[in-house]
C-alpha cells in the first residue's frame, strides 16, 4: 500500500514556530517518526511538503497520476478557505483523509472553525499531534482491508 501525505504553508516551520501551540517536534522529526511508523507496517510512504497552493493542488493530482492508494493532507490554512483545494481532492478519485496536529474547530480565531475541504474527505483527524496523521494511516490500513 502506498500513501502520500502532503503538507501545508508553514508546517516546515514546526520546532520553532509558535511552541505553545503546535509543540517543539520539528518537522524532520514528524517525518522521520511517520516514515518508521509506515515502515513498521509495511505501507509506503511518500512525504511532501509546499507553501504554495498550486503545488499542493499538483501533489493531489500526481497522488492520483502516480496510483498511490490514499492520501493523508494537512493543509494547514489552506483548510479555512481554499475552494481550489476543495476541488482538486473531489477531482482525483482517491480518499483523502484531513488531519492536523491541533484541533482547528477550537481555537481561538473564528476563521478556523471552517474547514472547506472537509465535505470532499473521507474522513478527519485533528488535536492530537503526531497522533492524528497515525490515526489516518490506522484508519487507511482498515478501510483497505474491509
Ligand atoms: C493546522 C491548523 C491550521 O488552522 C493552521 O493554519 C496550520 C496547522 C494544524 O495542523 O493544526 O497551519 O493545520
Known amino acids: 500500500m502506498t500513501i502520500l501525505i502532503i503538507n501545508g504553508p508553514n508546517l516546515n516551520m514546526l520546532g520553532t514556530r509558535e511552541p505553545d501551540i503546535y509543540g517543539t517536534m520539528t518537522y524532520d522529526e514528524?517525518?522521520?517518526?511517520?516514515?518508521?511508523?509506515?515502515?513498521?507496517?509495511h505501507i509506503q510512504v511518500d512525504i511532501k511538503q509546499s507553501n504554495?497552493?498550486?503545488?499542493?493542488?499538483?501533489?493531489?493530482?500526481?497522488a492520483s497520476h502516480m496510483g498511490f492508494d490514499a492520501v493523508i493532507l494537512n493543509a494547514a490554512a489552506f483548510?479555512?478557505?481554499?475552494?481550489?483545494?476543495?476541488?482538486?481532492?473531489?477531482?482525483?478519485?482517491?480518499?483523502?483523509?484531513?488531519?492536523?496536529?491541533?484541533?482547528?474547530d477550537t481555537r481561538e480565531e473564528p476563521f478556523r472553525h471552517t474547514s472547506?475541504?472537509?465535505d470532499a474527505c473521507k474522513a478527519t483527524f485533528k488535536g492530537e499531534g503526531l497522533m492524528s496523521y497515525k490515526k489516518a494511516i490506522d484508519a487507511i490500513m482498515e478501510s483497505q482491508d474491509a
Not at 30 to 41: G, I, M, P, S
Not at 89 to 103: G, M, R
Open 116 to 118: 472547506v475541504i472537509r
Open 30 to 41: 514528524l517525518v522521520e517518526n511517520l516514515k518508521t511508523y509506515a515502515e513498521d507496517r
Open 52 to 62: 504554495l497552493e498550486g503545488i499542493m493542488i499538483d501533489m493531489l493530482h500526481y
Open 79 to 104: 483548510t479555512h478557505y481554499s475552494y481550489a483545494l476543495y476541488d482538486a481532492i473531489k477531482a482525483i478519485d482517491l480518499p483523502v483523509f484531513e488531519v492536523h496536529l491541533t484541533d482547528p
